[in-house]
């Protein structure tokens, strides 16, 4: 009784206006096209769906007819803005609705990555959005070619295929600052894995950070700076690998710690090639790729387009020039070090 009852509330004065304007031939006037469209709200608000509402419209407007003896096309084009005027609100209390409930997303999830709010409420507000806060959390960061946000087609592919695959298994899938972001229980890597394979192939080519496994709502803050930090690194060191895990990177942090002692290894180990024809770059280049290449001088001499003998040639300029052979497994490691060290601080552009 009460679901065959409550549309009539947000039909008042209806017929009467539509008996008038059959009559008098006039069309509405502004405060009955606002009171359409605050009744169009209010229904909304209530939670009631619009095709009930709109055939509601369509019924009463049937039930007056045989009281309106006027012009049937001057009744059909009231209908019509009734309707036109009642989804209007309709909308316009949705999309608001839409936008709060998108602002508090997003303020929950500002909480989340940056250890904001109670705990206890946190854990509240988590199910809400459909994540769940389990014994540790892990928290995997994609960017891409493009800065994202969660209605660009790229994100909503991402989520797409992790709902499909997935379904409700207590994952958080948002943007932040441009990125994607996936957020999972500890102990369900396949999520993240997954996550990182859709949103490296979506972005066409981007790369994707895993932070480690943390305990507690708190380690959702850690794993994302975990995973943020990665992404930094890779951009500094050059790195190109589509997915990095923050825990195969942990000795960079380490090598970063004291910053004057790292400083220090890079301008007495690698300061001489300074004094080299062209400058340190090209002969800082060489070791790089010597280093990566597993200190094999023809792959190394492929990937900076050179022949071996000219490869050799600056290996050995920059034994004459440090005092430290690379293809020394005595000094392979300190040279090594200090590469890594003046790509992490950008040396020689930038002056230490």
């Known amino acids: 009784m009460m679901e065959r009852q409550t549309p009539e509330q947000y039909l008042e004065g209806y017929a009467r206006i539509l008996a008038d304007v059959s009559v008098t031939g006039r069309r509405l006037t502004r405060d009955e096209i606002e009171s359409r469209r ?3 709200e209010r229904a909304a608000d209530a939670g009631h769906g619009l095709p009930a509402l709109v055939s509601a419209h369509l019924s009463a407007a049937r039930a007056a007819w045989p009281a309106s003896p006027g012009s049937a096309d001057r009744a059909l084009a009231t209908v019509q803005q009734v309707i036109d005027a009642f989804t ?3 909308g316009r209390a949705q999309l608001l609705a839409v936008r709060k409930e998108e602002a508090a997303r997003r303020e929950f999830i500002d909480d989340l990555l940056y250890g904001r709010s109670d705990l206890g409420r946190l854990a509240e507000r ?3 959005f459909g994540l769940r806060l389990s014994p540790t959390h892990a928290v995997a960061v994609a960017r891409g070619p493009a800065v994202y946000d969660e209605s660009a087609p790229v994100p909503r592919q991402v989520e797409r295929e992790l709902i499909a695959r997935f379904g409700d298994r207590s ?3 948002t943007t932040k600052d441009g ?3 996936c957020i999972a229980p500890g102990e369900q890597d396949d999520v993240l894995t997954h996550f990182a394979k859709q949103a490296h192939a979506a972005a066409d080519g981007g790369q994707v950070a895993i932070g480690r496994s943390q ?3 708190r380690g959702i803050v850690q794993s994302y700076e975990e995973a943020l930090n990665a992404l930094e690194l890779a951009e500094r060191l050059g ?3 589509p997915v990095l895990r923050a825990a195969d990177l942990l000795v960079y942090p380490v090598l970063t710690r004291d910053r004057q002692a790292m400083t220090d290894l890079v301008l007495v180990t690698l300061g001489p090639l300074t004094g080299a024809r062209g400058g340190a770059r090209p002969l800082l280049d060489t070791l790089t790729a010597y280093f990566d290449t597993g ?5 190394a001499a492929r990937r900076l387009s050179l022949s071996v003998r000219a490869l050799t040639y600056r290996l050995e300029r920059i034994h004459q020039l440090t005092g430290a052979d690379p293809a020394d497994p005595a000094h392979r490691y300190t040279l090594q070090t200090a590469v890594i060290g003046a790509r992490l601080l950008d040396w020689p552009a930038r002056s230490l």
């Open 215 to 217: 305990p507690g709502p």
């Open 38 to 40: 605050a009744l169009g």
């Open 295 to 299: 200190c094999v001088a023809a792959a």
């Open 126 to 128: 988590a199910e809400r």
């Open 179 to 181: 990125r994607m972001l």
């Open 88 to 90: 209007e609100g309709y």
């Open 171 to 173: 994952i958080l899938f």
């Open 239 to 241: 790195l190109d690998t």
